[in-house]
């Protein structure tokens, strides 16, 4: 094992429960109540609470909270709770501890997250609803939980068009949380397209000849499937495929030549991408970690492309 300064062990965040050191005895607050469904808390720190932070929703004398918002509360507000109030939330609903650990990792650096008609919406830590509309929606899931490729297409293009980002937050069970932004893009190349006569860049030089690919070949043959079909869209967009077996995908996607620059995504299509969370970790991850980003092709009436990415809260 070589010497040297060994990197510094993340320290893991146990949340506990239960008024902390960082409690002094002048934030005597109140313990919610349950309230027309919700867990009011009377003024004056439901001022605070939903002025500063966007926490609740106004009633007379206070604001009502969901019972993720007073978790958040009760480790960041100095809110106390009542006994037995975990247990008791924890047996209505079995994800209720994940859900508050992924509400409160999403509002870290400041943004505000707020519960509405079932949805999280989240506004910049520099913004707030009052003043102006949510900069993204959140959705979360265990990493255990089924992925549906197609559905989360569905789910970014209507974000999209209502002028919103797509943000989903995976929980694994260490209570880690890594959070996705999900685009609709469309990506677009400086080449000529390759002709069925004229395909200069296709193929890879060796012994004195080039060499073509079966996808290649298919396609300049008028082979009909959809991955020549694929392949046509993307060369009539002036872009250029390698494979990306190394990448663990079909094609790395380039816009330039390739001595000229690197290949800016990574693609896969829809058929062949992963089945899991754990899947799109992985190929995230790994395109991440060469610089290029992980896009999914999906064809519905034309081709859309779905690009994941791993997103910070509060940057």
């Known amino acids: 094992m070589s010497g040297g300064k060994r990197p510094k062990l993340r320290v893991r965040n146990t949340r506990p429960i239960g008024q902390s050191a960082e409690s002094p005895p002048s934030k005597n607050h109140p313990e919610p109540e349950l309230r027309d469904g919700a867990w009011f808390l009377p003024e004056p720190i439901s001022n605070r609470l939903h002025q500063k932070s966007a926490l609740g929703t106004p009633v007379t004398g206070g604001v009502l909270l969901t019972a993720e918002e007073i978790m958040f509360c009760h480790w960041n507000r100095h ?11 924890i047996a209505e609903d079995a994800n ?17 997250v707020v519960p509405v008609d079932g949805k999280w919406l989240r506004w910049s830590r520099e913004s707030h609803p009052s003043r102006g509309d949510a900069e993204a929606v959140v959705r979360w899931a265990r990493t255990g939980d089924d992925l549906d490729i197609s559905e989360l297409l569905s789910w970014a293009q209507s974000i999209s068009k209502d002028g919103m980002l797509a943000e989903f937050a995976l929980i694994d069970d260490e209570m880690d949380v890594t959070m996705y932004r999900l685009s609709i893009i469309q990506p677009q190349g400086s080449l000529v397209p390759a002709t ?7 193929g890879v030089e060796h ?20 991955v020549t079909d694929l392949f046509g869209e993307l060369n009539s967009r002036g872009l250029l495929m390698r494979p990306g077996f190394k990448y663990g995908c079909r094609w790395r996607v380039y816009s330039t030549p390739v001595d000229v620059d690197h290949a800016p995504w990574l693609l896969q299509m829809e058929q062949d991408s992963p089945r899991n969370w754990e899947g799109v970790s992985l190929s995230v991850r790994l395109a991440e970690g060469v610089h290029k980003g992980w896009v999914i092709a ?18």
């Open 79 to 89: 809110v106390p709770l009542p006994n037995g109030w975990v247990d008791d939330r």
């Open 96 to 112: 209720f501890v994940y859900k508050s650990v992924v509400f409160d990792v999403v509002r870290e650096g400041g943004d505000k």
């Open 196 to 202: 069925k006569d004229d395909y200069p860049l296709l």
């Open 207 to 226: 012994l004195s000849r080039r060499f073509l690919r079966n996808d290649e070949l298919n396609w300049i043959n008028g082979v009909e499937n959809e």
């Open 298 to 315: 999906l064809k519905r009436d034309d081709w859309n492309f779905l690009l994941i990415r791993r997103h910070l809260p509060g940057r």
